[in-house]
């Protein structure tokens, strides 16, 4: 991945987030790990965010002493876990759906949801070499593809979405779990195309993919969110300070995805 910054400047950042989170002045260093003594850093990640969300918390582990654990999952299956008592400190979904209602169900603190990120759609086929371009791929004979599962993840959600827009609702497929195993499909030839996030395929593709214009589904907005648990919780409040920190914003852009123009509290 690049990025517009150097690891340097979200070094900083994480470093100035956890400081400002534990009421510290801005000229002090982080003392010490886990500054709190809280034991860590609970995150659950929208599976397509991963790769960042992993890079991002050894920045963050890195500048704090702070160790992040990261679970990973569809939206959909996530907000499952939390509403079932989960004790994760952070939210970073896909959607702004689930944030919503788990700030609604009074598992999120209210105020504290912001879009990190907007998702950006590809098709990837990685046994392709010709020149084969979008939605004609699809309509091969006997093509196989993949996309999630719409119901728990909006990148399947997006993908069905344009199925329908390029009147290819007929289409069978292999639903996925998350857009990870979508991913997974096609890099193991098992299916021939597959619905997956940009950001999995734009720096390292195991093969030809193709962007979907985003005109042809509803933005797919990722918000993130402290969660009860995070509510008093200094690194949670530093992690999410670091997320709206403009090396992280650049980080994010460079992987792939959209940024709003501020990312405020909605």
Known sequence: MTANRPLSAL??????????????????????????????????????????????????TSASGVEVRIAVGSTGGLTSQILSGAPYHLFLAADTLRPARLEAEGQAVPGSRFTYAVGRLAVLAPARTDAWEL??????????????????????????????RWGLSHLEGAVATSVAQSWQF????????????????????????????????????????????????????AFLALLRSAPARDWIRAAGYGLEESPDVD
Request: charged share 20%; proline share 10%; hydrophobic share 45%.
């Open 135 to 164: 939605p004609g791929l699809l309509l091969e004979p006997g093509i196989r593809a993949a996309w999630a599962d719409p119901r728990t993840a909006p990148y399947g959600a997006a993908a069905v979405e344009v199925l329908e």
């Open 11 to 60: 070094l900083g950042a994480a470093a100035l987030s956890l400081q400002l989170a534990c009421g510290g002045s801005p000229d002090a260093a982080p003392e010490g790990t886990d500054p709190d003594g809280s034991g860590g850093l609970d995150v659950a990640v929208a599976a397509n965010f991963t790769e960042v969300a992993h890079r991002l918390a050894e920045a963050f």
């Open 186 to 237: 096609a890099r193991s030839g098992a299916v021939d195309a597959a619905f997956v996030s940009l950001a999995q395929v734009a720096h390292d593709p195991p093969g030809e993919w193709r962007e979907v214009p985003g005109s042809l589904h509803a933005p797919v907005r990722q918000q993130a969110v402290l969660l009860r648990a995070g509510e008093d919780h200094p690194p949670a409040l």
